[in-house]
């Protein structure tokens, strides 16, 4: 049985106290949710090594929001998959759709960085979406097959069991616009045939795949409820403990 997960992507927010009182109070009510349902929190980079300390001992994994398509060396300002993991990550966020749009994320890059964060020991989240114009020109399920066989084909059956997908439809994002649970499971649908269509069908029921795009408490229950939705990345939401938990108890 593939796993449900519920991760918060709190992108470039909270400074390290704020990130830490927040860490706190998702490790304090992280008690409630059931042991079937992953949580995992995804600080930015500078609040990773005091996050580490502050989820110690509760259910909740740590992940970055990227990492360097290098191992080291002269790369300023870039962080290696290595370096994510001594600091306590068990994850990375790669090729969410603010980095494809703003920082120039390939496919081809994200296909280094996912082999990266693998040999570092990291769990990667792949993030996969269609923009507007794409949605609107009815090619999202085009763009977000070319985008899994992009990277993922890429890789073995063996990877893929460290490997989660988020489907963010980039118009969703932040927008406050939410997919509908019937666009988000067509899409679900169709990456997870996509999966199975290179890997088999075994590997493509155990993979998770999480809906992102304004993800909160008030859709989450009617989104989980879907036979290929199994959880979500959010962002805007995952900045207030109560908020974040609510939506891991939405299953
Ligand atoms: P949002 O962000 O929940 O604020 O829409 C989702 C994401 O980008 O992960």
């Not at 290595?82 to 296909?111: F, N, P």
Request: glycine residues 8%; aromatic residues 6%; negative net charge.
């Amino acid at each position: 049985m593939r796993k449900k997960i519920v991760a918060g992507n709190w992108k470039m927010n909270t400074t390290c106290p704020e990130g830490v009182e927040l860490a706190k109070a998702v490790a304090a009510k992280s008690v409630e949710v059931p042991a079937n349902v992953g949580l995992i929190v995804a600080p930015p980079a500078t609040n990773l090594y005091c996050v580490a300390e502050a989820i110690k001992g509760s259910k909740v994994e740590l992940s970055a929001q990227n990492c360097a398509d290098h191992t080291s060396g002269a790369y300023t300002g870039e962080i290696s998959a290595a370096m994510i993991s001594s600091v306590g990550c068990q994850w990375t966020i790669l090729g969410h759709s603010e980095r494809r749009q703003y920082y120039g994320e390939t496919d081809e890059k994200l296909v280094v960085k996912t082999k990266l964060a693998l040999e570092a020991g990291l769990g990667v989240i792949l993030c996969v979406g269609e923009n507007l114009d794409e949605r609107e020109a009815g090619k999202h399920f085009d763009v977000c097959t070319e985008q899994i066989k992009n990277v993922l084909y890429n890789f073995t059956a063996e990877d893929m069991k460290k490997i989660v997908i988020a489907y963010e439809p980039v118009w969703a994002i932040g927008t406050g616009k939410t997919a509908t649970a019937e666009q988000a499971e067509e899409i679900h649908a169709c990456i997870r045939k996509v999966i199975a269509e290179k890997f088999g069908q075994t590997v493509a029921d155990d993979t998770t795949i999480l809906y992102g795009g304004s993800c909160k408490p008030s859709n989450a229950k009617e989104l989980f409820a879907q036979s290929d939705i199994d959880g979500g990345l959010i962002g805007g939401a995952a900045l207030k403990a109560d908020d974040f938990i609510q939506i891991a108890l939405s299953f």
